[in-house]
Nanobody, 115 residues
């Protein structure tokens, strides 16, 4: 199994910044992908960004140019730096881990962006 623990969420004003962290532990495969998903009230869970263990990144159009995903494979930790935050960025941000045989989710961290 893989355990994922997110941190760094909070309340921020529009235009502000946040840095989310996700620490992974357990049976982590050398080749894997980690990502951030957002769950907003009344909406489907959506991908914000993900990054492979090789460093290839993928971003949702809504966050391109405003967010940067990064990771440290040695520390099994991933980060999401989000700038110029908008109210529509509000939601629970969940860390995800997937490899060729397993998929795990963290419990999430709340991000609220006020007007």
């Amino acid at each position: 199994q893989v355990q994922l623990v997110e941190s760094g969420g909070g309340l921020v004003q529009a235009g502000g910044s946040l840095r989310l962290s996700c620490a992974a532990s357990g049976s982590i495969f050398k080749i894997n992908t980690m990502g951030w998903y957002r769950q907003a009230p009344g909406k489907q869970r959506e991908l914000v960004a993900d990054i492979t263990s090789g460093g290839r990144t993928n971003y949702a159009d809504s966050v391109k140019g405003r967010s940067t995903i990064s990771r440290d494979n040695g520390k099994n930790t991933m980060w999401l730096q989000s700038n110029s935050l908008k109210p529509e960025d509000t939601g629970v941000y969940l860390c995800a881990y997937y490899d060729e045989i397993q998929n795990y989710w963290g419990k999430g961290t709340q991000v609220t962006v006020s007007e």
